[in-house]
């Protein structure tokens, strides 16, 4: 594997397992509200694009990255939701 | 401009755009509590690389959606500092 390969992979790597604390965080305190659920849905839609983007050029790093990152901001946006209508009911 | 350069543009766009409404809500609330600072600390790293990465495969739209991203991430992280240090003061 080249070291620009690898550059790439470290990226996605971070750029995806940067949600991690943010989903933990969300998970622990089940607080949503300066969340921006708008945030979620333009980077989602925009994640999907990057993946689609590395199949064309078929760079690996961008794939794997995307995939994941796909999973982790789908969940979190997912969980705003949950989240936002449960403060709603018990208001 | 060909199709697939089109396409990262395009996902580069969304990848970058989906910030400023955090960065919004951020300016209107002054309220980041929910907001994981790991989170975006990890990201503007990612970004950096994606940044590197995007320069040693000569990919315009990798060079440009994140060299926005770093300068959004980077506004969010300190503002989150900033908006902490207040609530802080103000208990």
Known sequence: MDFVTVIGLFAGGLTTVGYVPQLLKIIRTKSTGDL??????????????????????????????????????VTIGMLKIKYSKQRTKTK
Not at 45 to 52: A, E, K, P, Q, S
């Open 36 to 73: 921006s659920m708008t945030m979620f849905m333009i980077l989602s839609v925009g994640v999907f694009l990057w993946l689609i983007y590395g199949l064309y050029i078929n760079s690996f790093p961008v794939i794997a990255a995307n995939a994941a990152t796909l999973c982790l901001t």
